[in-house]
């Protein structure tokens, strides 16, 4: 009898175990491609054979159920990374969205992408081809070039946001409309012969973000012809700032750039580069961007640009900037680990 009991026993563990392993539904391959990724690299690096793991499959970030990206850009983080800590302490809320900026001609920086990953954040690669006219990308004047660097993108296997050539509707950028000779049908071509050529080398770990600047400057320059392709596309990025003598609510700096966008293609927002100018009215910005955000569905979260370029964003020294951001970062819609 006893023995009949514990056979009982021992087969209803074993389906217990099962039942839970099924209603748990693990993402094993996230698992496996996310910190195993990290695993793998550090023992190759001390002469380990790396085992071969699937591609990170980030499509849990696309519309993440667990709130919205608070993502921040900071000159020289990464390597730095303690600028990024500072910033969050200072703020109240740890950023799960890093900016990375590289030329076209630079490599790919995988140590830096590792960082911003173990750090708990998304890496926001954006890739500006100064040096490269759009229609030479597209004919292929680069593609060694942009091979290798797929290439890096794939052997990290770590989810990466990549924008290439932002704020292309605007003229201030080499790659922009009216500068070089440049057409939409050059961008359009350019962008999808590098989503072609990673596709080439397996890098599907890669959200890709297609990027205008607000149409408020450059009204007369439609986004349409410059969008590639909902296939070429995973989310719709929009850099915009707060400024004295601009649009500075969040309806009338964003809204209008979005219908515009809405008529042509339904992927998520997020916008990947704003801050507001300084002065006595900054603080009241910083709430409205965040209220904004948090209320609009579309939205999946934005990255703030704490630099100083066209004007003084850095809100470092800014107290009433920095109590109003951490007054708002407090919202529970902002914030979660990227894994």
Do not use: C
Not at 107 to 118: H, K, N, S
């Amino acid at each position: 009898m006893k023995t009949r009991h514990l056979i009982i026993g021992a087969v209803l563990i074993a389906l217990a175990a099962i039942e839970y392993a099924v209603v748990a539904n693990l993402n094993v391959t996230r698992m496996l491609a996310g910190d195993a990724a990290i695993r793998q690299q550090n023992s190759a690096a001390v002469g380990a054979g790396p085992s071969v793991l699937p591609v990170y499959d980030p499509t849990h970030l696309l519309r993440p159920e667990d709130g919205k990206y608070l993502g921040v850009a900071i000159d020289g983080a990464p390597p730095k990374m303690q600028l990024i800590e500072t910033f969050a302490k200072k703020t109240g809320k740890k950023p799960n969205v890093v900016t990375l900026y590289l030329s076209f001609d630079d490599g790919f920086a995988a140590d830096e992408v590792r960082q911003i990953y173990e750090y708990g954040a998304l890496p926001a690669v954006r890739w500006e081809p100064f040096d490269a006219k759009l229609s030479d990308i597209a004919a292929g004047r680069y593609d060694d070039y942009i091979k290798e660097f797929a290439a890096g993108v794939r052997k990290v296997n770590l989810p990466i946001m990549l924008t290439f050539a932002h704020e292309m509707n605007g003229n201030w950028y080499s790659w922009g409309m009216r500068r070089e000779g440049n057409k939409a049908a050059h961008f359009v071509a350019a962008w999808k012969h590098l989503h072609g050529l990673f596709a080439e080398a397996d890098a599907t770990n890669v959200i890709w973000a297609w990027t205008p600047n607000v149409i408020n400057p450059m009204p007369e320059v439609k986004l349409k012809p410059l969008y590639p392709g909902d296939r070429y596309v995973d989310w719709i990025g929009i850099d915009g700032y707060y400024t004295h003598h601009g649009a500075n609510t969040y309806a009338a700096l964003f809204g209008p750039t979005m219908k515009q966008i809405r008529g042509f293609t339904d992927k998520p927002f997020l916008i990947v580069e704003t801050a507001a100018e300084p002065g006595s009215l900054r603080s009241r910005w910083i709430a409205d961007l965040f209220t904004g955000v948090a209320k609009d569905p579309e939205v999946i979260g934005f990255v703030f640009f704490n630099n100083d370029g066209s004007a003084k964003w850095n809100i470092d020294r800014d107290e009433a900037a920095i109590r109003a951001f951490r007054q708002q970062a407090k919202n529970a819609t902002y914030g979660f680990p990227v894994r």
